[in-house]
């Protein structure tokens, strides 16, 4: 058995999975939390094609009581030495037209969600040190220019904070807590709003106005998370590390 354990949130799709299956060149055994049993099926597949061990929780991340449990289930098994916290939707509409229940969904997936797991992840890291990597978003420093994120950026400002003072409160126990901002990512979140006819107009457009020219690919942002969850980054905590093709470098006034 691995010496050391990794968790991951939202691990059957997108960023979540890259980074389970790029964590297996650390040796961690991965523990993969999602809500959906089907990807993470294949997420555990890929782990083990990888060379890597694996084991799937389906876990919704809103419930307190799931999420105790995960933990409880865990600390049988190999330290936990990092937790990644990729569960996430985007839900939107501008702010004057958006359904309050929406609004409540995604500050309750993106926000709640995420503090379960930290609280839990600080809980078991308490004696022993570890790293928390939030998975944040340009969403929570900017307006987007595409409009509507009044949901998803409050969520992720959120997420900005809490980043910021679990850091400070948690550093005297060598708990090391940052996250990463990713821009544009070829993963089903990124098209969830929109038809397939127009996101292949709209993965243009987007290429186009981010400096470095195009989408990342969901591997390019797990090798951040990496860093960020390894001892390669000892002394890095309480920073939003972008990982976004330079788009927060950028103000779209070209004249
Ligand atoms: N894709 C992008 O362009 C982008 C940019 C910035 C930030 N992000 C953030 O990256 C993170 C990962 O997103 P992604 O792009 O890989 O999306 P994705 O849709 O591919 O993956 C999100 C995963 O979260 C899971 N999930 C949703 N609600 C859950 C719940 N209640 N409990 C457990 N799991 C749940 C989904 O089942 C899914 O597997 C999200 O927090 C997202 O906000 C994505």
């Not at 569960?87 to 004057?96: K, L, Q």
């Not at 890095?236 to 990982?243: E, I, N």
Request: aromatic letters at 4%; charged letters at 15%.
């Amino acid at each position: 058995m691995t010496a050391t354990a990794i968790l991951v949130s939202g691990a059957a799709s997108g960023i979540g999975r890259a980074t389970c299956v790029l964590a297996v060149r650390d040796g961690h055994h991965v523990h993969a939390v999602d809500l959906d049993p089907d990807g993470l099926c294949e997420t555990v597949e890929l782990i083990g094609a990888a060379g890597g061990q694996a084991t799937a929780h389906r876990v919704d991340v809103t419930a307190a009581d799931q999420v105790q449990t995960l933990f409880a289930t865990i600390g049988d098994g190999p330290r936990l030495a990092g937790v990644f916290t990729a569960a996430g939707i985007d839900r939107g509409g501008p702010a004057d037209e958006l359904d309050p229940t929406t609004f409540r969904q995604v500050l309750e997936i993106n926000t709640t969600g995420t503090f379960l797991i930290v609280q839990q992840a600080l809980r078991a890291m308490k004696a022993t040190g570890g790293s928390v990597v939030l998975c944040c978003s340009p969403a929570a420093q900017v307006g987007f220019a595409a409009g509507g994120a009044t949901a998803y950026g409050a969520s992720k400002g959120a997420i900005a904070s809490m980043t910021r003072t679990i850091a400070v409160d948690y550093a005297r126990y060598g708990i090391r807590v940052n996250a990463v901002l990713p821009g544009p990512t070829e993963t089903p979140l990124m098209w969830a709003n929109v038809t397939s006819a127009q996101s292949a107009a709209l993965r243009g457009q987007i290429a186009g106005e981010v400096p470095l020219g195009r989408l990342a690919r969901p591997d390019e942002i797990a090798e951040c998370v990496l860093w960020l969850l390894s001892d390669r980054s000892s002394f890095t905590t309480g920073s939003l590390v972008g990982c976004d093709g330079g788009v927060l470098a950028k103000s779209s006034i070209s004249a």
